[in-house]
């Protein structure tokens, strides 16, 4: 469920007529649903309310400070993946003691910066980190908790480029490795071992892989407290999938994936910790565009729009599929036209989807590409020396610029030309 519903012919976003933000901000603009990022999160607290947990909102799905600061007012704790996120969430008020760093190459000075910052815990994922981490911490004379990311060797069942727990991907220690790591990781001072951690991937729409995973990572908490671990901590990663498609059967609900975990590692006594992001902001945000042209080709016609890959990249990257609706409703029983659905981008890779049945368009008609909330401005760039894309929170009847676009004289303010050129 989202807050983007059709009012008297016009697409609104809860209380909004989004047209009205198109003509103040301009296009392409991201908008986010606070009521429906609110909403999102609150179906994670109650999946898990039977245990002690604490969400991590996933910085990496959308990072805007204002975005942050609603999840982190709600409660939640912050997944990070880089400094810059470490500084995102601390911006946005988050304490330390809520922040998780993840990520598979964490450099010594972003760890130092946590270190001096506050952090919950590090999801160390190779015993190099682990052993730069040690040193860090103990010339700091800090002790930082740590929980070592397990690979289970689980496949995900989604796309090649977002699975992360097959032995063949990057990512954490092989599990049949896990309790000689963790005898390492007993040793290293400045390291608390608290945790267990796995994440398999991202955009799961079947829960069997999590059962899967988490069985495993149930296994090695006993089997690591028997060798004297304290284990009080799970880590179970995120990557819940969201209904891209609004035709197509929905995904497991937050609900049934929190009684996986529960039927899985509920009767281990840890604390619980997930990471959620796509399924979070991802139904939360549209991404509105206006119409170029309207381009007759051999067989084909194409709506040219002024969004293009940069903007919003997962098409060309993943061959993702975003609903694409207009922001006037069709009239029921109207005749629809079939566009190729492209962007100014001088790539054929600038194409968001063929075949879009869309009622008549024509230049200035405004649409809106839906579950555009994740993964969308973070992934966005400056390609053609085109502005990013500005974002816009709704909340109500009210709506702030979040993000504003910036200037080409701003975007080359920022290049240097050396005197001896």
């Known amino acids: 469920m989202d807050h983007f519903n059709y009012r008297d012919g016009r697409l609104f976003a809860e209380d909004v007529d989004l047209t009205r933000i198109a003509e103040a901000v301009g296009t392409p603009v991201y908008v986010y649903s606070a009521a429906t990022l609110t909403r999102h999160f609150g179906q994670f607290q109650k999946a898990l309310d039977w245990a002690d947990h604490l969400i991590c909102y996933a910085v990496k799905a959308n990072s805007n400070l204002a975005v942050l600061k609603l999840m982190g007012d709600l409660g939640a704790g912050m997944d990070v993946v880089s400094g810059g996120e470490y500084a995102r969430a601390r911006a946005a008020g988050v304490p330390g003691d809520r922040i ?44 930082v908790p740590i929980a070592v990311r397990v690979n289970p060797d689980v496949d995900a069942k989604t796309h090649e480029k977002i699975a992360t727990g097959k032995s063949e991907n990057k990512f954490g220690i092989p599990i049949a490795r896990a309790r000689e790591v963790y005898a390492r990781a007993a040793t290293l001072p400045g390291l608390s071992v608290v945790g267990v951690d796995v994440h398999i991937g991202s955009q799961l729409t079947d829960l069997d892989p999590y059962r899967q995973a988490y069985a495993k990572v149930a296994d090695l908490t006993r089997a690591l407290r028997s060798d004297g671990h304290s284990i009080t901590r799970l880590d179970l990663g995120g990557g819940l999938g969201i209904p891209y498609r609004r035709d197509n059967s929905a995904p497991p609900l937050p609900l049934e994936y929190g009684q996986v975990i529960r039927e899985t590692v509920g ?72 566009y190729d659905v492209v962007g100014p981008v001088c790539e054929t890779g600038d194409t968001f989807s063929k075949g879009v049945e869309l009622p008549e368009m024509q230049a200035g008609d405004l649409v809106a590409f839906r579950s555009a909330g994740a993964y969308g401005a973070v992934m966005a760039s400056e390609y053609n020396t085109r502005p990013l894309v500005p974002e816009v929170l709704v909340r109500g009847d009210q709506f702030a610029v979040i993000r504003a676009r910036p200037t080409i004289d701003q975007i080359l303010s920022r290049d240097t030309i050396p005197e001896w050129l």
């Open 100 to 143: 998780v760093f993840s990520g598979v190459g964490k450099t010594a000075d972003e760890m130092a910066q946590a270190i001096a910052g506050g952090i919950r815990q590090f999801n160390i994922e190779s015993e190099p980190e682990m052993e730069i981490l040690s040193a860090l911490a103990a010339g700091m004379g800090a002790t």
């Open 267 to 338: 009767d281990l006594g840890c604390q619980i910790e997930i990471e959620p992001g796509r399924n979070i902001v991802g139904n939360a945000g549209v991404l509105l565009s206006q119409v170029i042209y309207v381009k007759h080709g051999e067989g084909r016609d194409f709506l040219i729009l002024d969004a293009a890959m940069n903007d919003l990249l997962r098409p060309a990257m993943y061959g993702a599929h975003h609903d694409i609706v207009p922001l006037r409703e069709s009239v029921p029983g109207a005749e629809v036209h079939a």
